[in-house]
């Protein structure tokens, strides 16, 4: 593909292009016309994502450089080049965050009566209910580590928060250093007796120090926080049992490096040249703020009954093949004999889809077998319960659960014990690869027959998640889906070693090369008069053989719109290269998480739904499905998704050949957006 003469620079930088996907994040903050804690809610969520951002990224080019590899990426940086650039571009986004905080969305919300004080705003009243409050609830947890010749530095835990402390005896008149952990479980913001009005955790124990270190003379203390690595490597080829191989690694990620320290700008220069000697982190790793620090806690003040000061409250709509008329149980197996189904989530209800699917499946004694994989779940899972009562009612339920999955290793590893547990057969994946497809197979025997049913998903079996992201569905009992399907988790769960299949696109066996096919088709079947069309909607699109791919398509003619959520390191409309490419950006209410493939294919029109981004994680390390829509109608509906996301004016950025980033502004009178219509649609068509 170079060969066609694009510039070395056709790629934008993976790294970079995320920070400006958590900038437009920010963006949503710095909306004034959104409800206020809807604005603290992005608040916490700009924090979060940076928080995995450096946990994982950051982390892993640390980890490059302290290997002497000096490999570019795609774009042609190093990985010293890649941190530096990070570090400049991300420091004027903490410095916005935390203004935006102090002195924007905080205030507001005192205005509107919800208040967070610190100590300085408290009156005394509201001080002595605190310290009470410290004696009986916080002292007992909390635990003070002195540093000295018989104490040696304590270990600081990922993304704890900590007060780091200097006491001086009054005999010795000698200052000593110690350090207080902020109690991870316990409320980060205080709630007072006045209704709606908190104080962060942290300036209540500061306030408290003389109880601590009674005897002692406190001199100061400063808030900081510690980011470490987090990105597991386990070696599940060499491993004999990768449960207890993944426990001793998760063990081990307490102790990785750190790749940040986040501390208030009040801190002096000598506690600060502490902390980074003793950690170690670097001063480009230094994340100086006004405080408090840790807005990702923000996420608490979402349990306030304000509902004037959040977005209108969304119920889900039951999908309409799905409901029943009163006191008539659904036949779910009679619908799909009928016709496939398309959910859409959140805008229709998880709980009265694909929860029912599998809980019916449970309790149906026609049922023989149910197979499902579980990428992530919710804490409480209605689905796993299902399960083990399948298990339980003697049907073969065979679980692939995926304990690699980043950040819920420990929450995978107990839901594979407990289903193990319940005599259902628990896979652990494939030596070398992530298991990310969304896969539900029942077995159901009828009359003289088994006939399969199945869900293919683009989004996790976690009914919470089902109410915040966005994502696609199918429900359908295809013959050939159904087979496909059957002989996937033959792979997953034994020595198939089948990679050809009718209707579903599988990763790592040839995805890529089938995408860029698909792609190659349109550039070589368009004419004048009927070019070729490509439209994708994705989360991430990264990968660099499709990008080329992408680019000739483009000078062969094809119209190509990209929506690309998060990281993109394609380039549109650049003379010579991507002229006929778009590129844009959904943020919302919603975490847009759907993945739909568009290709003309002569007026055919082929479109397919699934788990995978265009990613080297996805194409070539996970085991991911796409499956392709025969249905008309479901086509239909796929393509009304599209042309809305084509259509929003109010809450999609575009990216230029630049690669900056800019919002569209409707124009009056003509405002389009995405999630607002597709809730309206979801509620006519209830």
């Avoid at 694009?6 to 970079?16: A, Q, S, V």
Wanted: hydrophobic letters at 40%; aromatic letters at 6%.
């Amino acid at each position: 593909m170079a060969s066609q003469g694009w510039p070395p620079d056709r790629f934008l930088n993976r790294e970079l292009s995320w920070l400006d996907f958590n900038r437009r994040v920010l963006s949503l903050v710095e909306d004034r016309a959104a409800p206020l804690l809807e604005r603290a809610k992005f608040l916490a969520i700009f924090a979060v994502n940076l928080d995995e951002f450096y946990m994982v990224r950051v982390a892993g080019l640390k980890r490059q450089q302290e290997a002497g590899l000096a490999a570019p990426s795609a774009d042609g940086r190093t990985p010293k080049q890649q941190l530096a650039e990070i570090s400049t571009k991300v420091m004027p986004m903490v410095e916005r965050h935390a203004e935006l905080a102090a002195r924007d969305v905080l205030p507001s919300l005192g205005d509107a009566g919800i208040r967070i004080l610190r100590w300085n705003e408290l009156d005394d009243v509201q001080r002595k209910e605190l310290d009470e409050f410290f004696i009986e609830h916080i002292f007992p947890v909390v635990t003070p580590l002195a540093v000295d010749p018989g104490h040696p530095f304590p270990y600081i835990s990922n993304l704890s928060l900590n007060l780091a402390v200097l006491v001086r005896n009054p005999i010795e008149g000698q200052a000593h250093f110690a350090r207080v952990k902020v109690p991870p479980l316990l409320a980060r913001f205080v709630p007072l007796s006045e209704e709606s009005c908190f104080t962060p955790l942290e300036d209540v124990i500061a306030s408290n120090l003389n109880h601590l270190f009674p005897g002692m003379e406190i001199v100061e203390h400063h808030a900081f926080r510690v980011t470490r690595n987090a990105d597991l490597e386990v070696d599940d080829d060499g491993a004999e049992d990768l449960l207890e191989a993944l426990e001793t690694e998760l063990t081990r990620r307490r102790f990785a490096p750190a790749v940040r320290l986040e501390i208030e700008s009040s801190m002096p220069k000598h506690i600060l040249e502490l902390l980074m000697s003793e950690l170690p982190v670097e001063e480009a790793d230094v994340h100086s703020v006004a405080g408090p620090l840790d807005l990702s806690a923000l996420w608490q003040l979402q349990d306030l009954d304000r509902p004037d000061l959040k977005d209108p409250p969304h119920q889900p709509a039951t999908h309409p093949a799905l409901v029943s008329p009163e006191e008539i149980p659904l036949d779910i197996y009679a619908v799909l004999r009928k016709e496939d189904v398309l959910l859409h989530h959140p805008y229709q209800s998880f709980t009265t889809s694909v929860q029912r699917f599998i809980e019916a499946a449970a309790d149906d004694p026609q049922v023989l077998a149910i197979k499902q994989t579980l990428y992530r779940t919710s804490g409480e899972s209605p689905i796993v319960e299902a399960l083990i009562e399948a298990a339980r009612a003697g049907k073969q339920v065979v679980v692939l659960v995926e304990i690699k999955a980043r950040f819920d290793e420990q929450a995978n590893i107990n839901w594979a014990r407990t289903l193990e547990r319940a005599g259902c057969h628990v896979v652990y994946g494939l030596v070398g690869l992530k298991t990310h497809c969304k896969l539900c197979l029942v077995v159901r025997q009828e009359g003289e027959r088994l006939r399969r049913y199945v869900h293919v998903g683009t989004g996790n079996y976690n009914p919470k998640t089902a109410r915040l992201y966005e994502d696609l569905g199918l429900l359908t009992s295809d013959e050939d889906i159904g087979s496909d399907v059957s002989h996937l988790f033959n792979y997953l769960t034994g020595y198939s070693r089948k990679t050809k299949y009718e209707s579903l696109i599988v990763a790592p066996h040839g995805m890529r090369e089938r995408i860029i096919e698909l792609i190659e088709r349109e550039a070589s079947s368009g004419t004048s008069d009927h070019p070729g069309r490509i439209v994708m909607k994705l989360n991430n699109l990264v990968d660099e053989r499709i990008i080329d791919s992408l680019y000739a398509a483009s000078q062969a003619g094809a119209s190509i719109d990209l929506i690309v959520r998060g990281v993109c390191g394609l380039r549109p409309g650049v003379q010579g290269m991507s002229e006929s490419i778009s590129v844009r950006s959904i943020l919302g209410r919603f975490l847009e998480h759907s993945r739909i493939l568009y290709f003309r294919n002569r007026g055919e029109e082929d479109l397919y739904v699934g788990s995978a981004d265009m990613m080297h994680r996805n194409l070539d390390r996970r085991v991911e499905a796409i499956v392709q829509v025969n249905s008309q109608t479901i086509k239909a509906q796929l393509k009304e998704v599209l042309d809305l996301a084509l259509r929003d004016n109010s809450s999609a950025w575009c990216l230029s050949p630049d690669g900056e980033w800019s919002r569209l502004v409707a124009p009056e009178g003509d405002r389009v957006e995405l999630q607002k219509e597709l809730m309206r649609l979801a509620g006519a068509h209830a």
